[in-house]
């Protein structure tokens, strides 16, 4: 799959974001088309993590 972007997670995993995730994403959530950058930056440097 075409990847759009990668984040690096806290714990230094990838985490790739393809175009059919952001398409499944936008059309549940038309407010977020124009947010890549600030979901790609939330996965990066997370406000909170929670762990079991």
Known sequence: MDTI????SKNS???RLTYKQWAHIID???YMAG???MVVESV???DL???N
């Open 44 to 46: 990066e440097n997370p």
């Open 28 to 30: 549940s959530h038309d």
């Open 49 to 51: 993590i929670f762990c």
């Open 5 to 8: 972007r990668v984040a690096i």
């Open 13 to 15: 995993v990838r985490i």
């Open 35 to 37: 947010n890549l950058d």
